[in-house]
């Protein structure tokens, strides 16, 4: 049943994408994302798994209406991780996600100071979730994930672009 719903989630995927963001290119002259590269002390990086989109990414989301970018950030990581901020966290870019839209932007924080009590169950939107070991990341991560985690660890330049 699992392989033949991420079959059918797989097809659909580029329809539902196309169909958000023409809703969101009426309702939006433009759309702001955040993501986070969530670091804990062994240097390992928060992944989350979508149930409607293919791949492992960095927890992020949509900046709603009156949110700063910030706020964001802090709400969809308590959504998608269960983590709260415990310090100040620094903001890596923001780079233009042509993939999604020419008109999608992505903001991306480092967070190094947080807390997670408990790790969350799956549910409708996050179905997979976890610290990875940079040299282990899973199968699946996307190119703008690993991307963003090389120029935060390795020093790699930044490139203006998702990719």
């Given amino acids: 049943m699992g392989e033949r719903?991420?079959?059918v989630r797989r097809k659909?995927?580029?329809l539902l994408r196309r169909f958000f963001h023409a809703y969101f290119l009426i309702v939006r002259g433009m759309t702001l994302g955040v993501r986070a590269v969530v670091l804990d002390a062994e240097n390992r990086v928060f992944l989350v798994?979508?149930?409607?989109v293919?791949?492992?990414h960095l927890p992020?989301?949509?900046v709603d209406l009156g949110e700063t970018m910030e706020q964001a950030m802090?709400?969809?990581l308590k959504e998608e991780g269960e983590i709260d901020l415990t310090g100040a966290a620094e903001l890596h870019g923001i780079f233009l996600n042509s993939h999604v839209s020419r008109r999608d932007h992505?903001?991306?924080?480092?967070?190094r100071h947080f807390r997670q009590d408990r790790v969350p169950e799956p549910n409708r939107e996050i179905v997979e979730c976890g610290f990875f070991a940079i040299n282990a990341l899973p199968e699946g991560t996307t190119g703008g994930t690993r991307l963003r985690?090389?120029?935060?660890?390795?020093?790699?330049?930044l490139i203006a672009t998702w990719r």
């Fill in 54 to 56: 293919s791949g492992w």
């Fill in 74 to 76: 802090r709400r969809e």
């Fill in 49 to 52: 798994r979508h149930s409607y």
């Fill in 149 to 157: 985690i090389a120029e935060v660890l390795d020093g790699k330049p």
């Fill in 106 to 111: 992505v903001a991306v924080y480092v967070v």
């Fill in 5 to 7: 719903l991420n079959r």
């Fill in 12 to 14: 659909a995927e580029p």
């Fill in 60 to 62: 992020g989301g949509g």
